[in-house]
Structure formats: C-alpha cells, structure tokens
C-alpha cells in the first residue's frame, strides 16, 4: 500500500523542481502559439525556404492552406444549438458515404502452456450509411489469427520479443483488413457514389532510430503499403490519434526560430489549444470543429519510403478540435487527399463520426468494442488449443496450476 503522507512529503521536497518546470513550460506554450498565429502573414513558399537553409529537423512544412486562409487555424463554420441538430448535420454528412474502421486484440504466449502460441483478432466495421430501409446494411465482423510456435520462437532471430511478434501481426491484419476494403471501393468516382473513408486506429508516420531491427523494417513496409494503397485506389483512410504527443510543429517553431539544439518540454497540441489557467498563450482552435491548415510531414527519424516519386512526403497531418474542453486529435493524412482537393469533404466525414460517437469516430468505437479479447476469451482460446492438440496428435497442455487458480476466480 501507499502511505499518503510520505507521498506529500516527497512531492514537497521537489515542489522547486515542479515550479521551475512548469514556468519553463508556459513560457515555450505561449511562444509556441504565438509564432503558429504570426504564421498567417506569411507564405507556405518562403517557410519552406527558410526550412530548407536550416540544419535543424523542419518537423512539418504547411500547405498552401497558409496562404488560401491567411491563417495557421481554419474555423469550422458549422454552429448548432442543440446536440439534435448537430446530429442532423451528421446524418446528412453521412449519408450515403461508407465509412470504415479496424482494430484489434491479441492473446500474448504465457508460461503457464508448454509451447509458445497466441493469438490475434481484428474487427471491422463498414457501414454504408444508407439510412433506414436501405439495400445495404452495416458489416460488422472479426478475423482471428494464429500466431505459431515456430513464428514466435523466430523472435530471437533479430525480430524482437514474442510480444513485439504478436503485436506486428495484430498490426499488420489490422492493415490488411484496410487494404481490403481500399481495394473494394476502388472506382467510387464511376459508380457516382460519395467519398469514402477508411479509419486507422494511430500514425500513419513510423519513425525510428537507427539501427532499426527487421521487424521496425516491416511496420514501415506495412503502412507504406497502405498509405500508397490509399493513393493507388483514390480511397482515403485517415490515421487517428486521439491524444498526440507528436512534436512535429513544435520542432517546425524551433527551426524558425532558430532554436534546433534545445530539447522542448512541449507538443503540439498544447501549442494549439493551451490548457485551463494559461491565458497569456493564444489559443488557435478555439470551438469544436476548427481544424489548422494541411501540413507535409518532415519528421526526423523517417525513411526514404515516406516520400513519393518527386521526393515529396507521402503524408501530413492536421489537428482537429473534436471535443468542447480536451485537447485537438491528430489526423495523418496521405497527401495525395489534400492534393485532389478531398480534405475538407474528408475532415467533414471525420467530424460527423465525432459527432455520432460523442467526441471520438464512431466506427473506431464500434470496431474496438467487437475486437477486445477479455481473460474468459483466453481461457477459451486456451482450452480449443488442448482439444485440438489432442485431436492433431501434438504436444500441448496447460499448467494445472493455473487452471486451478482460472477455476477459482
């Protein structure tokens, strides 16, 4: 147990340390924000260059939105007075417009089988939005994978831990599944029907250090396949992280300030929208619905694959105010959406799901909740093994131990 009084004693002899930290970190908000608002006064063209003469990391370049909207912030021009008619809103944004997610569950190896196995399943959910009475219902389905001894056990060959294994499978069914309803809706322009989109559960950016190991070699190849999938079918999937800790602008702001040698204390989304109690920094995104303008992506730490044939990034990002008080959520976008002139209907699909989840993409909600796999789950996974085991000829069996302790509790 934890004693409450030596606790408020520890964090007492460090109050200096927290005060210190949190004066250094208003102060880098406050510029942060401030040199993002000045950004409207001037040209996507002329930052560029003036990324370009810098050795720092650049982190984002923004768009030509810069200058169409002579601001770092666009505001959403949608105003409701009720939760109905913003509901109102997204059904007619929806309407007719498939809109898809994935997510998935895993069931990591443990020491209480004789042989190292797991398990990973992924929801999806695509729902066309026909409305009631319409030809196409919703889809709303998993797949389940098995992750074998052999597969497992190759982890000590440079791909990592079994975890680190299991989690790259889940990741890449997870994309795969993606690719798939790319490749179902390729050729939407010819059939007449709306625009629609794909949703990924995180970045759609992979960076890392090098030396990378094969499997850090592999996430990359994966959700380059996507993102240029993505490009290849003119179908749009969007990555969402719904808190970001990404440094992207904030190491954009440092460049053009001149600062590339200091480590900040903040990230980006704090420079957009600042907290409670912090209002000397000017707030960007000030109401729900307001977005900042298209960014490339120049992060540092990624590869070659995530530029295109002319050496342009692949994808950028915007921030996307979705609820009244949290911080914005983050939207990796491939570029080629932004290019074609589909970002705002896009964003517009995204806010409509927010909409109808209360703050987070509904199709994302729904596909999580078909995809967890819970300790009755496992179990159950465990107890099919011994039994096809059994029935194969191999193997394989529980510890008693713990099928003691599953029964007991």
Same mark, same amino acid.
């Given at each position: 147990m934890i004693y409450r009084q030596h606790l408020l004693s520890a964090l007492d002899a460090r109050r200096d340390d927290f005060v210190d930290f949190e004066r250094v970190w208003r102060g880098e908000v406050g510029r942060g924000a401030r040199v993002l608002q000045r950004l409207g006064g001037r040209t996507s063209v002329e930052i560029g260059r003036e990324l370009e003469a810098s050795k720092g990391a650049a982190g984002a370049l923004p768009s030509a939105e810069l200058e169409q909207h002579a601001a770092f912030a666009v505001a959403f021009s949608g105003r409701w007075r009720s939760h109905e008619e913003a509901r109102r809103w997204a059904r007619a944004t929806l309407a007719g417009r498939v809109t898809f997610a994935a997510d998935g569950s895993q069931i990591l190896p443990g020491r209480e089988i004789s042989l190292p196995v797991a398990g990973v399943q992924v929801a999806y959910f695509e729902n066309p939005h026909a409305g009631e009475g319409g030809a196409t219902a919703y889809r709303k389905d998993a797949r389940f994978s098995v992750v074998t001894p052999g597969e497992l056990l190759q982890a000590d060959g440079g791909a990592g831990s079994p975890e680190a294994v299991v989690s790259f499978r889940r990741f890449e069914l997870e994309t795969e599944t993606l690719c798939e309803f790319l490749e179902r809706k390729r050729g939407w322009r010819e059939r007449g029907e709306r625009v629609p989109v794909a949703f990924f559960d995180g970045t759609l950016l992979i960076s890392h250090?090098?030396?990378?190991?094969? &499997? @850090? *070699?592999?996430?990359?190849? +994966? &959700? &380059?396949e996507l993102v240029r999938l993505s490009r290849d079918t003119?179908?749009? +999937?969007?990555?969402?992280?719904? @808190?970001? #800790?990404?440094r992207d602008l904030v190491n954009m702001v440092d460049t053009l300030e001149g600062l590339t040698d200091r480590r900040s204390t903040v990230c980006d989304a704090q420079l957009l929208r600042a907290p409670t109690g912090l209002e000397e920094s000017p707030t960007l995104l000030a109401a729900w619905g307001d977005r900042t303008i298209f960014c490339y992506c120049l992060r540092e730490g990624l590869t070659e694959d995530f530029r295109d044939e002319r050496g342009q990034p692949l994808v950028g990002f915007i921030y996307l105010q979705t609820t009244l *008080?949290?911080?914005?959520?983050?939207? *990796?976008?491939?570029?080629?959406i932004y290019e074609a002139g589909l970002l705002d209907e896009v964003v517009d699909a995204v806010r409509a799901e927010c909409v109808v989840g209360n703050g987070y993409p509904y199709p994302l909600e729904?596909? *999580?909740?078909?995809?967890?796999?819970?300790?009755?789950? !496992?179990?159950? #996974?465990? !107890?099919?093994?011994?039994?096809?085991a059994e029935a194969t000829g191999f193997a394989f069996r529980v510890s008693r131990k713990s099928v003691s302790k599953a029964r007991r509790r």
């Open positions: 250090a090098r030396p990378r190991n094969r &499997i @850090q *070699d592999e996430y990359v190849r +994966v &959700i &380059i003119q179908v749009p +999937v969007v990555g969402y992280i719904d @808190q970001s #800790f990404a *008080d949290a911080a914005p959520a983050r939207l *990796d976008i491939p570029a080629w729904t596909a *999580d909740a078909a995809a967890v796999l819970t300790l009755q789950d !496992r179990e159950q #996974f465990l !107890r099919t093994m011994q039994e096809f």
